[in-house]
Structure formats: structure tokens, C-alpha cells
């Protein structure tokens, strides 16, 4: 262990690129971040490998890498994914390093905290950084949610979906959510969250799935 530590040293020391470590000490500076075991950070960064090199084998996930793992299809772009890309795209370069991956990953683990996973969706909802979700943000995303599951609603029956959301969660009527409204609808409405969970990061050192975001806009309010 002591070699091993001195070889993260003398890398880092050099302050180069994480994606140009050895993957050696990519995984001992996750490990050093995060707390999870040794086999769970190998087994994400192997996914992590598969994804980035899908395209370009360059160690780090472009927009187009993240659209093929998501949907199987790397020109299938929606907002939906634009979204989760840019909420994983911590440091803003365009790109995911397996860092930004594991960090972000994270709150879709079945045991990540309500907290985290409520405060997530209030952040991929609130597309202007408002603080605030507005009518038109929650129109736009359902909208890309049903293009990605090949779903057709008339626009009359979209209406009368945002009508009952924001009747249920703009509870003082001004228009928009707040963060704490927001926490009160999904609290009575945890349905919403199922998008938040990956089944499989509970069973990751056992099984190697396909990275794929099962969205069920067929229960976006109720």
C-alpha cells in the first residue's frame, strides 16, 4: 500500500489532468472522496471506461458518449438529456471525468437520501437557475420526456397535466414552485422520483448493467 501511495503522490504532485492518471490512482482519489469500497469504485470505473470510450477513446464523456449510453443512440438528443449531461458536467468543460461521474452518480443509488435526490430534480427542473420551477420549464421537460419514450399527448392533455401540477404543488398560487413546495409534491408524489433510482448501483460489484435512465412520464403528476 505504501508504493501505491507514493505513486499517488508523485502523480499528483505534477498537478496534471485526473483523466491522465493512472487508472491506478484515479481509483485512490475517488476512494479518497468518497465512501464506498474499493470493489464498487473498480466496478464504476469500468462502466465509466465502457461509456467513455464508446466514441472517443479519450477517458472522459462527451455529450454524444452520454446520449448513446442513455438512449442506445448517440444522435438522439432531448432536453432531457441535455440536462442530466450538464448537471454531470460539474466543472462545466463540456465533458465527464470520473470524478464528476461517481459524484453525480451517487444520488441515483437506491440508498442515496431523499434530500439529495428531491434537491436534484429541483435543479434539472429549474432549467433557468432561478430558483424557482416555472410553468414553462416543467412543459419543456415533460414534452422531451415523451419524445424520449415515443409518446404522443394532445396539447390540450398536456395542459391539463401542468393545470393539476401546479394546482397541487403551487401552493400559494404565485405562479412558480419553490424549493420547499417542491420538497411537500414529491414527498406526496414519490413517483416522481423513480427516474432518480438506478436499481442496479445497489448490485454494481456483482452485475455490469447498461447505464439507462427508465423514465416514467407516464407518472409525472398524479
Known sequence: MGCFHSKVARESRGHEDPVKLSSET?????LSLFPVSVSEV???????KSISSSVVDDGLINKEEFQL????NPKKENLFANRIFDMFDVKRKGVIDFGDFVRSLNVFHPNASLEDKIDFTFRLYDMD????IE??????????LLCESEMKLA??????????????ADVNQDGKIDKLEWSDFVNKNPSLLKIMT?????????????????????EIAT
Open 42 to 48: 473498480e466496478a464504476l470505473f469500468e462502466l465509466f
Open 198 to 218: 438506478l436499481p442496479y448501483l445497489r448490485d454494481i460489484t456483482t452485475t455490469f448493467p447498461s447505464f439507462v435512465f427508465n423514465s416514467e412520464v407516464d
Open 135 to 144: 410553468r414553462q420549464e416543467v412543459k419543456q421537460m415533460l414534452i422531451a
Open 26 to 30: 484515479a481509483l485512490w482519489l475517488v
Open 129 to 132: 437557475c432561478t430558483g424557482f
Open 155 to 168: 396539447d390540450e392533455t398536456i395542459e391539463i397535466i401542468l393545470d393539476k401540477t401546479f394546482e397541487d
Open 69 to 72: 449510453a442513455l438512449f442506445k
